[in-house]
């Protein structure tokens, strides 16, 4: 097993322009959560999936950013209309129900 | 609402220099806690859960204690390679980590 995966690892876009991010999980997980994380801040849970249903999403998951996880394995969030004050880092993590969540490298997005 | 504070918010140390860094939090229900180190650029990398008041757990030269409302994590004799941020998150089990927003350590050799 090779962890938990994240692509791409850096993403420049144009403010308005729409991205998405994937994120590969550790096999046996059946969690899957996003976290965003700015400069100086820890993480902040944006929102998890157990298998392919979305369980909880944070309030700062604003009309504009949608997660899917089709068939329980990979997961996708994407940001519409992006915003400069959407640049950050996007991390991905998975764990087996509630232990451990194990982080990938996240993806660094970068609006101009 | 869960609250977690990290202090200090940043921390050097010259090389042998041990020290501790201190997890404060308001969590109800706490089923664990998690703590996390973070190299700049990469994702946070899990290094233990603490589950009860009293458990101690340790790796190398890192040593993770609780209490029902605070964590420590003891670094004795660091390295410069201990440098990094780390972070600590109480969690109630079922529900997304609340992180704290980390210590900074910087180990000069």
């Known amino acids: 097993d090779t962890g938990v995966s994240q692509d791409p690892r850096h993403k420049i876009t144009k403010r308005g322009q729409n991205v998405t991010f994937r994120c590969d999980p550790i096999s046996e997980h059946n969690r899957l959560y996003w976290y965003r994380q700015t400069l100086g801040q820890g993480p902040e849970f944006l929102t998890y999936f157990q298998n392919e249903a979305q369980l909880e999403k944070s309030r700062l998951l604003s009309d504009r950013f949608s997660a899917e996880r089709p068939k329980g394995s990979f997961s996708t969030l994407e940001i519409q209309r992006t915003e400069q004050g959407d640049s950050a880092m996007y991390l991905c993590a998975s764990s087996f129900q509630g232990g451990e969540q194990f982080f990938g490298p996240g993806t660094r997005l970068t609006v101009l | 609402e869960d609250q977690v504070t990290q202090s200090p918010e940043a921390l050097r140390l010259q090389e042998g220099e041990s020290s501790s860094l201190n997890c404060s939090y308001t969590?109800?229900?706490?089923?664990?806690l998690f703590w996390y180190r973070q190299d700049p650029g990469k994702g946070p990398e899990f290094l233990f859960t603490l589950y009860s008041a009293g458990e101690e757990k340790e790796k190398e030269r890192l040593k993770a204690t609780l209490t029902k409302k605070e964590s420590f994590l003891h670094i004795t004799a660091p390295k410069p390679e201990d440098s990094a941020t780390y972070l600590c998150?109480?969690?109630?089990?079922?529900?997304?980590?609340?992180f704290g927003k980390g210590t900074r350590l910087s180990v000069i050799a």
């Open positions: 998150a109480p969690s109630r089990g079922n529900t997304p980590l609340v």
């Open positions: 969590v109800s229900g706490l089923r664990g």
